[in-house]
Structure formats: structure tokens, C-alpha cells
């Protein structure tokens, strides 16, 4: 399937722009999502033209070499980067400092823009990076023909903003074991990322249906695991253009090609995560290694057999072994401080029926088969640490215990009672983050989903803190993500879909503070939105009543 991206029509664009321009309709604040902390509006503009330059000192050159790209981008002006000392003075000018106030944080800015100047301070370069957003939003979207644009010499509004993240995890996780989607597209959803601030990607790399990144060591995981005879899932072959030479479909990411994405996003101040599901969820690595299971096989990748016996044999030594040297080599290409190793909706009947697990549970002193998986988290945590890595799982990995230091991503719940226990939480639960849910409880208006139901008033609502969870435990809550598991997006517009505008509502959840959410504002807020994810090139989901909604096409 592919899917029209319905363009607001020229009036509609003219309607935003006019909404930008004064404030969202509102004195008070202007229009950024998510909300800024602390903002006051005053009087006046600063105009930017091809007279501005952006004064930057040692440490802030590589962020406002990005500003210049953006404003460029924006406004097709060329803005020069020029060291402090040889602007001389701040009037007419934007000034990036590391002269900020105390009690900011590593991502915290201050952001004055007056009719002479604009001035982003903060302490280290992501509070700079962000203020840039912040900025970037502050210069009103325009029409041309439909087209988004920005007006020449645009105009932006005076403010005095200071603004600091209330969570530090905002992340969003891709699924690209289910369909594959190339470092382009990846690259692509990261831009869209930084725009709303978000700071973690999830990289769901290997599953039962595929396995998507390249391990030296075991090439089969790529040359088996990578592909399968079709789409899948029941859905048009003609809905994807993954496709290799031979027929079959799927794809993989070389080592190559994770590092320049991982160097992309660190240069956007995001942290990639990556998953490698253990120990279930693992029949298209059995596929190539089928001695790593309980049963020697037969495996596929192929939908839908293999799904229920993906699970390494935990009783065999050299599945421990394999999938260190797998990790030896993610921690290579992945400098981040976690690891995800999956460790849900293990199914523990090939254990219970295997010789080698059963003489595992008696060595060990188990006494469920259930147990076998805290015994596989506990033991590959172990070599995970002493590379100076931390585990982070699914809810389940509690199940039998939850390993030491292991932090947990709460989608059934778990979180207070991890928390209480003194270990990290990220939530994204099931009914709020599930970005493969409907949008519209009326389906023949949306592409195919998963089922559910989440609308974007529905994410705003989210909150990430546990109700139950006492105040001294309230720190282990690190912060939220949004998941798209991708079963039923066989192509990367129906991801964006999917994604665009939740992940801004949800943007909003875990930066802003909690005090200040108000829909009604948000959804004011989000009106020059569109246009910019339009510039952005992104197919986003019109919010219902205000335009005809995009439908699933062949």
C-alpha cells in the first residue's frame, strides 16, 4: 500500500502561518512544542537577514554550523559562523554561549531574543542544540502556492525563554526486523527527532522475522536472517520496494552503515539504543545456527513458522558464547550506555522438553523453567557489565528475578515494583506508546493497523510517573518512548504515519513540565506544526475535523 499525503490546502496554510505569526492566537506564549519551561513574550522582533552571523566559540562551532545549515534550509539565506572575537559585538547577531545560569542541567538553555540580538546560553552543547529548536520554531511558517516556505528576512518574535527537560530518556523505537527501512529512512525520522527534542532511538535490530545488523563473526545472520520469501503479515507485495536481487525480501544494515547513522544522530545529540532479542524472539538467528536451539531445527525467518520455537537453548554453552561475540561487536559500533536485550514473550516449552536445559535448572538450583530466563539475563548481564554496558529488557525480565543492575522498559507493568527495588524504568506502556494502534476508531479512514486504539489526545495524556510510586523512588523513572512495531507498515510512509503528530504530543509529556499541559493550548500550538513537517517531507496524520484524513491506497 501507499498512502496519499493530503496537503493542507492554501488557505489552511495561510491560517497558520497568521496563528504563528501572533502567538498561536495568544499573547502569552509562543508557538513551540513541546512547551518551554518558563516563557515571557515582549514586544518587538528581531530581523534576520543576510547581514546576521552566528558567533560561536570553540565549543559551540559544530552546533552553529548546524544552525546556519537550518537557517539556510528555512529561509535560503547563507548565514556565516564567525568565532566571538571577530563579530566584536552581539547587535544584529546570534550568539551561542556556554555562559549560562547555574541549576540548567546538561540539556537545559536560556534563549533572549530582542529587537538587537539573540542570545542562546546553556552549559553544555545540548542545551545549545536545543535552544537552536526552540529558535528554529520561533521563525512563523509561510505559504507559497501550498508549498511550505519562509518569508525572505524573516521576522522572529521577542521572548525570553528558560527551559530544561522534566525526563532525561524521550525516545521513540523502530522496529525494522518486522520491515526494513534504510539508513536514509532512519536518518530521515532522526531529523524529525531533534526538531521536538527527543534525544533516544531505539533500534529494534533482530527478531523472529529478521535479523538486520552485520556481525562479521556469524555472516549467516545476515545472509539467512535478512531475508524471508515475502512481505508477510498478509499484505501486498506491491506495498514495499524491499526487495533483493534474487526475489526475496528484506535487507541489512553493513557495519558501515550503522556507524555513519550513529555519527549522525551523536551529531544531533541522540543516543541510539540497540536491541538484540534474547532469548526468544530469535528464529531468524536459529535460522543460520540452528545448533543453538533446543531441537537443531528446521528455522525460518519465514511468516508464519518458527515464531514459537525461537528461543536459544539455555542450556547450551555455546549459545552464552555466540551471542557474547555478537555483543562484542554491537558494543563496537554502539558507544551508548545500554544495551536492549529484548527478553519478552519467551516460551519456555522447548526448555521444559530439552536434556540440557532440565540438567541446567537441577545445576542450578531452579525450580520453574521460567526461572531459565532470569538464569540467561543474569549470566549475559554479567559479560554485558564487564564491558562496561547496562542490560535494559521488557517488562518480563523480571519473571524469575530481575538481574542486578538491569534497568526495564515497562509496557505490561512492573515499573513501581522495579523502581521500589532500586532499578532503573523507561515507561512505555502498551495503551498510551503503542504508535501501531489505530488513530481513528473508524478503520476504513486509516491504512491497516495492528488494532487498538491510541488518538493524540490520548498520548498528551500520558503520564510517565507512576501514581503509586513513592517520591524517594520517583528518580528511577528515567523518562518514556513511544514504540512502532512495524508488522503492518511495509513501507516508511506508513511509519511516518504512524508516528507524526503522537511523537509530538509525547515529546511534550516528557519535556514539559506536567504543571503546564493543557490540550487545548497544544493543539494551538500544533498549527504551524504541519507546515514544517510538510518541509520536512514527513506524511503525517491530519488531527480529525480539520482536513480530509489520509487513506490507505494500493
Request: aromatic share 10%; proline share 6%; hydrophobic share 40%.
Amino acid at each position: 500500500m501507499r498512502f496519499m499525503h493530503v496537503k493542507l490546502n492554501l488557505s489552511f496554510a495561510i491560517l497558520l502561518s497568521l496563528l504563528a505569526l501572533n502567538g498561536c492566537g495568544s499573547a502569552v506564549k509562543p508557538c513551540i512544542v513541546p512547551l518551554p519551561q518558563k516563557v515571557e513574550v515582549r514586544s518587538g522582533n528581531f530581523q534576520l537577514n543576510n547581514q546576521t552571523k552566528i558567533a560561536v566559540d570553540s565549543a559551540s562551532d559544530e552546533t552553529g554550523r548546524y544552525l546556519a545549515a537550518q537557517l539556510l534550509r528555512l529561509s535560503g539565506q547563507q548565514i556565516q559562523v564567525q568565532q566571538q572575537s571577530s563579530v566584536g559585538t552581539a547587535k544584529g547577531n546570534i550568539v551561542l554561549t556556554k555562559n549560562a545560569k547555574a541549576g540548567l542541567g546538561p540539556e537545559g538553555y536560556e534563549l533572549s531574543v530582542t529587537a538587537d540580538s539573540v542570545t542562546i546560553r546553556a552549559a553544555e552543547p545540548a542545551g545549545l542544540f536545543y535552544g537552536i529548536q526552540s529558535l528554529l520554531q520561533l521563525i512563523p511558517p509561510q505559504s507559497s502556492n501550498g508549498t511550505p516556505a519562509v518569508a525572505k528576512d524573516p521576522q522572529i518574535p521577542c521572548v525570553e525563554i528558560e527551559d530544561q527537560p522534566r525526563f532525561k530518556w524521550r525516545g521513540l523505537m523502530l522496529d525494522v526486523s518486522r520491515h526494513f527501512f534504510n539508513k536514509e529512512e532512519v536518518k530521515q525520522l532522526l531529523d524529525a527527532m531533534v526538531v521536538y527534542k527527543l534525544n533516544t532511538f531505539h533500534w529494534h535490530l533482530t527478531d523472529d522475522q529478521s535479523w538486520r545488523v552485520e556481525i562479521k563473526k556469524y555472516p549467516r545472520l545476515t545472509e539467512v536472517g535478512a531475508w524471508r520469501k515475502s512481505v508477510g503479515f498478509g499484505l501486498d507485495p506491491k506495498s514495499t520496494t524491499s526487495y533483493g536481487p534474487d526475489g526475496r525480501y528484506g535487507g541489512f544494515y553493513t557495519q558501515d552503515d550503522i556507524r555513519e547513522v550513529v555519527a549522525y544522530a551523536k551529531a544531533r545529540h541522540i543516543t541510539i539504543v540497540p536491541e538484540i532479542e534474547m532469548p526468544g524472539h530469535s528464529s531468524a538467528a536459529l535460522a543460520a545456527y540452528p545448533q543453538l536451539s533446543c531441537t537443531g531445527g528446521p528455522f525460518t525467518p519465514d511468516l508464519p513458522g518458527g515464531i514459537f520455537d525461537g528461543v536459544y537453548c539455555a542450556g547450551n554453552d555455546e549459545s552464552f558464547s555466540f551471542l557474547q561475540d555478537v555483543l562484542s561487536e554491537v558494543f563496537e559500533l554502539f558507544p551508548g550506555k545500554y544495551v536492549h536485550i529484548g527478553g519478552d514473550e519467551v516460551l519456555t516449552n522447548n526448555w521444559h522438553n530439552c536434556v540440557k536445559c532440565q540438567a541446567r535448572l537441577k545445576q542450578e538450583g531452579l525450580k520453574k523453567d521460567i526461572e531459565l530466563e532470569s538464569y540467561f539475563i543474569r549470566r549475559m548481564e554479567k559479560f554485558i557489565n564487564s564491558r562496561h554496558r547496562n542490560v535494559i529488557g521488557w517488562s518480563e525480565i523480571r519473571e524469575g528475578g530481575l538481574a542486578e543492575n538491569a534497568a526495564i522498559m515497562d509496557w505490561v507493568g512492573g515499573a513501581v515494583e522495579a523502581a521500589t527495588a532500586g532499578h532503573d524504568v523507561v515507561m512505555s506502556p502498551l495503551d498510551d506508546c503503542y504508535f501501531d494502534h489505530y488513530q481513528s476508531r473508524d478503520h476504513s479512514t486509516e491504512p491497516h493497523a495492528i488494532g487498538g486504539y491510541l488518538p493524540l489526545e490520548q498520548v498528551y495524556a500520558f503520564e510517565p510517573m507512576p501514581a503509586k510510586l513513592p517520591a524517594q523512588f520517583q528518580w528511577h523513572i528515567l523518562g518514556a518512548q513511544a514504540n512502532v512495531w512495524t508488522e503492518y507498515m511495509p513501507n516508511f510512509k506508513h511509519v511516518q504515519y504512524m508516528v507524526f503528530p503522537r511523537i509530538c504530543a509525547l515529546a511534550e509529556v516528557v519535556w514539559s513540565p506536567k504543571s503546564l499541559r493543557d490540550w487545548n493550548d497544544f493543539q494551538q500550538r500544533m498549527q504551524p506544526q504541519y507546515p514544517r513537517l510538510d518541509a520536512l517531507g514527513i506524511n503525517y496524520r491530519h488531527p480529525a475535523g480539520m482536513i480530509s484524513q489520509a487513506k490507505r491506497t494500493q
